[in-house]
Structures are given as C-alpha cells and as structure tokens.
C-alpha cells in the first residue's frame, strides 16, 4: 500500500498543494484530475519521492519513504512522465534496459528487456535507433522500460506512477497506454495516473481524486463525478453527453 | 665569477681533443669528465659562433635554434629549443659532448645524456666584458684548444677595451630604450639585468628604463616619460623595422628619439648574444647614437663576418 | 516477433561490444609497443625486447640503446597511456554529464586552475625550487597544477549548487567566470615574468611528454587508476541522464552523488594529467566523440573504449611530435589539435551533409 497522508508543498516559496491525501492499493488504478496548476504533478512527484513536502509523509507499506535512497525508490516504484526527445543515438534496447537494475545477470536482462518488448509490440525494433522511431513508438519503448523495471524488481508489490502519459498521443497510442495501465493493475501493482482527459480516467480508474487550488475537492469511484463538480473545479459548464465517442479500451 | 675561475683553472691542465680524461666543472657546479670532442652538439648562439671562430665546425653535428650564424651553421642539424631539449633527438647524433649556454634544460633531459655517459656543459653566461672573455675561454679550453683560445679571447678582448676607450663620460652619456617587440599592447622593452642593457653598459649607453628589471610590456606613457634619444630594436631575418612606423606610435612620438629619428636596428643574436662579436656589435650600436662621435676603430675580425 | 528473437540480437549485440574492446585494447597495445621501438634512434626490435627482459628480471643492459629504452620511450609510453586514457575517460564523462557531446574536462575548470597554478610556480615559485634539493623542486610543479587544479574545480562546484543540487548551467556559467578570472591572473603574472619564464611557461601550456620520469608517472598514477576504477560504475547513471535528470532519479540514479564523483574524479585525473604533461588540448574532447560516433553512446561500452582510444591517441601523437623534427621535437599539443581539429571538423561536415542528405 502507497500512502500519502497531509502532502503539503511548497515551490519558490508558495504553498502549491496542501494538506493532500493519497492512497494506492495493490491491484487498482488511482487517477488524479483537475485544471492546470491544480498540483496534480506536484501530488504525483510527492508520492514518487521526487520532492520532499513541508509537511506529510508518504509511506509504502508503512514505511516513510522520506529517507530512502534513489535505488531504494526505483526497486519499488516505476514513473512514466512525458518523454523527452533525446540528442544520443541510443537503441530501443538500450533505453529498455535502462529499467534494470546493473547487478542483473545478462540473461536475465535479456529475458526481460525483450520481454518488455514484446508486450509494447516493439520487439522488432530493439536494434532500431529511438530517434529513427514515430512519436508514438517512441512513447511504448518508454512504457516498455517502465514495465522492465517492473519486472526486474519481483517481490514486493510494486507502483506504477503515470504522469499526464497520453498527452500528444492519437488515441492508438493512447489506447496502448491506457492498457498498459491496466494490465500492470492486473498483475497485481497499484497505479496513479495523472491525466487531463475526464472521460479517459473515468473509464479506466477504480478511484478518482479530483484536485483544485491545490487541495483535494473530491474523493470516490467514477460515479461520483457529476457535471455540477466538474463545473465547479473546471470552471465551465459540464453536461452528460448520451453519445461519446473514445477507444475501447478493453 | 668564483665558478668561472675554478672552471678556467680547472680547464688549463686540458690539452688537445685526444682522448685524454680530464675534468671539467661547469656553470652550474657539475664536474664533468670530457674525453672525445670531436662530435659536438652547440647550444646558445654565441657558443656556436665561438666554435665557428676557433674553426672547429667541422666538430658540430648540431646546434639549437638561436645558432644563426654565420649563415651555413643553419644547416646543422637542429635539436629546437635550448628549454625543452629532447634526449633521444640529441642522442641521436651521436654526441660526445654537448656545450650549452646556461639555462639549457629540461634537467630531466639532461639526467638522461648523463645517464647515457655523454658529457653535458652548461657554459656560464656574460653579464659584461670580462664575462665574454671568459666565456670564449672557457669554450675553447673545454673542447681542448686552450692556444687558440687565448688567441681569440686575447683578439675580443683588445676589440671590448677599444669600446670601452670610447665611451663618453658618464654626464655626456645618451639614453636609449631596447625594444623586444611592437606587437600586441605596448612595447616589450628591455630592463636591467638583461641582455640588452648589458650591451648598452658595453657600449657606454644609459639605459633609458631604469626601475625595471627584465623585459616587461611598458605602457606608452612609461615609454615616453623615459625620454630616450634613441630607439634600439632588433631586426628579424628579412623584416626590419621601419623609423616612421616606429616614432608615429604613440609609445616614441614626442621623444628626443623621434626628434632626431634615431633609430637603430641591429640583428638579435649579434646584438645581445654576447658572444665573439659582441665588441663588433657595441661599435655599430655606439655609431648608431652618437654619430656626432668618433667611431670606436674596431676593426672586422675574419669571425665578424659571414665568409664562405 | 518472439522474446526469443529479441534476446538473440542482444546477444549479438555483446559478442560485437567485446569486439569492440578487443580491438581497441589491440590498437594501444600496438601504440605502445611502436612508441618503445619507433624513435629518432634506430634500435632494432629485438634489441627493445631484450633491453625491456632485461630490464624487468633485473639483469641489466647498459649503455646507449638501454638508456634511450628505459629512461626516454618507456617512461613516455607509459605517461602518455596514463594521460591519454584519463584524460579521454574525463571527456567522455563531462560530455555524459552535461548531455552534451563537445563538453570537454577543462569545463568543470581544472585545466585553466591548473594553468594559473603552473604560472604562479614558474614566476613566483621558482625561486622557492631551488632553495630546495632537486628532486623536490621538481615536483613543485606537478604538485601547485595539481592542487590548482582540483582548487577551482572544487570552487566550481560549490558554487554551482542550488538548493541541494547542482545546476549544470550554473556550473558551466560559473566556469566561464572563473576562467576569465584565471586568465587575468596568468595575465598579470605573465606581465612580471622574465622572458625565460615566460617562454617555460608557454611550452608548458602546450603539453609534452618530454622530462617523463618515474617520478611523474608515480604522481598520476595512483589518480589515473582510481579514475578509471571508479568511472564504470558512473556508466548506468550517465546513461539515465540522457533522458533528463528527473528520470534518471526516478530510475534509481543518486544523480547529486554522480555529478559530485563525477567532477572530483575528473579533476582529479585531470588535475594530475595537466600536472606531469602539461595542457594537452583536444584528447579529452575529441576522443570520445570519435568513439561514440562508431560504437554508440551507451556508457558501459564508450568508457572502456574511450579510455584504450586516447591511450592510442596520445602515444601516437607523441611518437610524431619526438620523431618527424628530430633532433628536436614539436609540443605534444600542437599535434594534437593539428590532427584534431580538422579531423573533427571532417567528422562534423560529414554528419551536418549526411542530415541534410536524408
């Protein structure tokens, strides 16, 4: 169990996010929603131990993370932000293997490099240069790492953290991702996912935290959205559409 | 001066380029045992002029890069700079005596031609007339040819006192300033305890830039307030300096110097080598500022000129 | 595609990376063995190789061979494999760690920390040399360059830190600012030298393995070795940099931890490279650029590769600048940027024209 409990933060001197509360269970998938600037970043990099809060704690089963080193956090939580476009000729491969860990065994790594691979549909591509590859191939390569990392740490349940993953994504890609998400879910991780599509998070997530100015407004399953809320936190006026069109995700 | 003694006395019980042992202590103290001379590697431009005026050239099989003259000792083999000379190039002419001018180094190159038994001279540098003197002496006594080296010595020495015979008393004296090099911010001018101001003393000329010791980039103002009547500058190779250029910079315009357009130009080596022609060179340097004054008759000598 | 088809080009992928090894530590090797047998004196090969057995079960050879074998070639084999391989592991480190691949190790300011060190010994400190026996005097200058050296890189650091973590433009910025400072001081140092310290000077600033003594190459050893110990380890973490430094910490990089190893174990290296030969531009910044452009920028094959290329580099270098102009010999840095520079200029025309060819 991740836990964030009374998550305060401050950034160049101004309280960005206050008194949050977070928890992820293994086997479910959390999303985070709410306007630009609402601090759902800030929560996400909390609970990744990427930034210290003023004040709160964040503990995986029971344990403050507060103290723990950089590898400490990598052998239990994975982070999928926005790629980066990268200047070095790195392969697919190489970027995959940077999930796992040095001490690996090379079979070992090898197994679960084209492992990875193989469940993003990229495992043709391992030799290719990142660079060479679309938009969209780029981002599963980087999912693909993700799950390396994953998989290289069993024991443990381990946490997938998904920052704003389908940003710039056609829906193909999205659809990738969004299964991604659930798959790692199945097998037993826990998933935070920040995303800025309301419809997406509904669909696919056990729980919704919805987060304004910097504080949660709303805690519950998807049902608990309604357009009066939505309008409230967003600022424009929501209403139930009786046809929508997104990806089956399934 | 006490060095230049012990090695001179030292060096008298010499005879001959035979192979006959004897001891030698150098510039810097060393003792060093000189057998065979007849394959030399010179270093410093007046070591090698002396070796060409004693004419034992057919002795060197190198010499460095200030050995300009005469002209044909360009044709030697070269072994670069005096500071960062390189043992397996110098062993590589198969020396059997290196005499270099003091300051020569690195002194790790140096322990290698020891290690390799082959002997290495560091010469000592003149500051003045009896320092030439002893210089030549102390060359000639080191390859063996202690007579003819009393003959040369004995010949420079005449020529320097002649020099000095004509020097204007000191309260008649003409100041001048040596300029190394026009390039970059100011001029390079030259100090005391440089070679150059050695040359003027020879001469009988002040050194206008008094207060400073080696060369130093002066600003123009420096210059000017040091109200030289003449300019000294060194010629390189084929470019010589020209006087309009000189007195129209804001360093010399406004000088006596610039005044009179007094501007003498002489070769670097032959300059301030202080070498065999040195006397030859304090008479050029003495008829280029005081051309209102009998010249100093010091006469050609067959090593002041670049025959053959 | 299957899993097992992935995993069979990777290991391709390996047999082809130790490949690479071999052949790079076959090239040094070579170097090597052609700097202690190629020189203004003509010794045959055999004679080096009884000269160096000799040398090694202690029945020594004497003479003129024996002295130009062990006390000129071998030292400088040996330095110039000590400094070329440390100095081209910097390059490739800074180049990892700034993400940028014309970094070069005199940007965390060892080189110009150096620089004003070396001058101050030869202006000022001289003097204080010979007051003391020689074997000390000499090491007056490895040691102040050393210590410069690691001085300004150290300040760099520290005041490139913000808030706990080290900012690479601030330390770039910062390094601009202190070698404009360190200019000014040579500067004015430069100003009260003498000609002859002058001149010493500016030789020294072009780098030389001349003067290579055991003495010397008992200083940068222990600091070379150390360097290149520690630097595989740093492999995974520059890796992760690539993709920015928030992901390299995700993925479980001490990022603080590695910029910090990483500088002190460049200046350090770097610091005693400069020390023993003086400033010899361009390996650390070519070298590992060249290499990357062949094998690839993953960090655990380019630090090896690297570090066996610029001991091939150097060695090189330094058999042409003490054997085309013998008897004398040209300043190590002179080759090293002669041959550099237009070759990464031909490296950098090739890939701009191939881009623009796509």
């Known amino acids: ?250 | 001066m006490f060095r230049l003694a012990l090695a001179l006395s030292a060096a008298l019980f010499a005879t001959g380029a035979a192979a006959e042992q004897r001891t030698i202590v150098d510039a810097a103290g060393r003792s060093v045992p000189i057998a065979d001379t007849s394959r030399i590697v010179a270093i410093g431009g007046a070591v090698t002029e002396i070796l060409y005026a004693l004419r034992l050239e057919d002795r060197i099989v190198a010499v460095d890069l200030t050995s300009d003259f005469p002209e044909r000792a360009q044709q030697k083999a070269s072994v670069g700079y005096m500071r960062t000379l390189s043992p397996e190039g110098v062993l590589s002419v198969a020396p059997s005596l290196v005499l270099a001018i003091e300051g020569s180094g690195p002194k790790e190159a140096i322990d290698v031609l020891e290690k390799a038994s082959v002997p290495f001279v560091l010469v000592p540098e003149a500051h003045d007339a009896a320092g030439v003197v002893a210089k030549i002496r102390f060359v000639a006594d080191v390859v063996g040819e202690h007579e003819k080296g009393k003959a040369l010595a004995n010949a420079v020495a005449a020529d320097l006192a002649t020099v000095a015979a004509s020097r204007p008393p000191q309260d008649q004296r003409r100041k001048a300033i040596f300029v190394l090099s026009m390039a970059g911010g100011g001029p390079m001018v030259a100090g005391e305890g440089t070679s150059a101001a050695d040359v003027f003393a020879l001469a009988g000329v002040q050194n206008a830039l008094t207060g400073v010791t080696g060369y130093k980039a002066a600003n123009e103002e420096a210059s000017m307030q040091a109200m030289p009547d003449a300019v000294v500058m060194m010629s390189r190779g084929e470019h010589v300096a020209n006087a309009d250029e000189v007195f129209a910079s804001a360093a010399f315009a406004g000088t006596p110097a610039a005044h009179d357009k007094r501007l003498v130009v002489l070769p670097g080596e032959y300059l301030l080598g202080l070498g065999p022609r040195t006397a030859q060179a304090a008479r050029d340097l003495f008829v280029g500022i005081y051309p209102d004054r009998p010249p100093p008759a010091v006469p050609e000598r067959p090593w002041s000129t670049d025959t053959e | 595609m299957t899993t097992a088809v992935a995993g069979a080009s990777m290991t391709q992928r390996r047999t082809r990376d130790f490949a690479a090894i071999g052949i790079a530590a076959a090239l040094a090797v070579t170097a090597a063995m052609a700097s202690l047998v190629i020189g203004p004196i003509a010794i045959p090969p055999q004679r080096v190789a009884a000269i160096l057995f000799g040398f090694l079960d202690g029945t020594a050879t004497a003479g003129r061979d024996a002295v130009v074998v062990l006390d000129v070639r071998l030292p400088r084999t040996v330095l110039g494999v000590l400094v070329g391989a440390s100095t081209a592991l910097a390059g490739a480190v800074m180049q990892g760690l700034f993400r940028n691949p014309l970094a070069d190790p005199g940007v965390v300011g060892v080189s110009s920390g150096a620089g004003l060190a070396a001058a101050l010994w030869f202006i000022l400190g001289a003097g204080l040399g010979n007051l003391v026996p020689w074997n000390l005097g000499t090491l007056g200058l490895p040691l102040s360059a050393f210590a410069g050296g690691l001085i300004v890189s150290a300040t760099l650091h520290l005041l490139s830190r913000r808030e706990g973590q080290t900012s690479a433009t601030l330390l770039l910025l910062a390094g601009i600012a202190i070698g404009a400072f360190t200019s000014a001081g040579v500067g004015v140092l430069v100003f009260i030298a003498s000609e002859q310290q002058l001149r010493e000077f500016t030789f020294w600033t072009l780098g030389s393995l001349g003067g290579a003594t055991s003495t010397k190459i008992a200083l940068v050893l222990p600091f070379a070795l150390a360097f290149m110990a520690v630097a595989p380890r740093l492999a995974r973490g520059l890796d992760a940099l690539a993709l920015g430094e928030a992901e390299a910490f995700h993925l479980g990089i001490d990022v603080e931890r590695l910029k910090r190893v990483a500088v002190i174990g460049v200046a350090a290296a770097v610091g005693a490279s400069v020390a023993v030969s003086g400033v010899v531009g361009f390996v650390g910044l070519i070298t590992p650029h060249v290499v990357r452009l062949v094998i690839g920028p993953a960090h655990r094959l380019l630090l090896p590769v690297t570090a066996l290329a610029g001991a091939t580099f150097l060695v090189t270098a330094d058999i042409v600048a003490r054997t085309i102009a013998a008897p004398s010999e040209i300043p190590l840095g002179v080759i090293t940027a002669g041959v550099g520079a237009p070759f990464m200029l031909w490296l950098l025309l090739r890939q701009g024209l191939a881009q623009q060819l796509r």
């Open chain 1, 1 to 250: 169990m991740l836990e964030a409990r009374g998550i305060s933060v401050q950034l160049s001197g101004r309280e960005v996010l206050t008194d949050a509360d977070l928890t992820i269970a293994p086997g479910r998938i959390v999303v985070l929603i709410g306007p630009n600037g609402a601090g759902k970043s800030t929560l996400l990099r909390a609970a990744a131990g990427a930034l210290k809060p003023v004040r709160g704690t964040v503990t995986i089963d029971g344990k403050n993370i507060s103290g723990w080193s950089a590898a400490m956090l990598a052998a239990r939580r994975a982070v999928l932000a926005q790629s980066v476009t990268l200047t070095m000729a790195y392969t697919a491969g190489e970027i995959v293997r940077l999930g796992v860990p040095v001490s690996m065994r090379n079979h070992e790594v090898d197994t679960i490099v084209g492992e990875a691979l193989a469940a993003v549909e990229m495992a043709h591509a391992a030799e290719r240069l990142i660079s060479a590859l679309s938009g969209g191939e780029q981002q599963r390569v980087h999912a693909a790492r993700v799950l390396a990392q994953i998989a290289a740490h069993r024991g443990p349940t381990q946490y997938l953290l998904l920052d704003e993953p389908t940003t710039h994504l056609d829906p193909a890609q999205q659809r990738t991702v969004l299964q991604l998400a659930r798959r790692v879910a199945a097998s037993g991780a826990g998933v935070l996912a920040v995303l800025h599509d309301v419809n997406v998070a509904a669909a696919i997530a056990d729980e919704i935290v919805v987060l304004s100015n910097g504080r949660v407004v709303e805690r519950g399953s998807p049902a608990a959205l309604t357009p009066e809320l939505l309008g409230r936190v967003y600022g424009v006026p929501f209403h139930i559409a009786e046809s929508a069109m997104m990806p089956n995700l399934a």
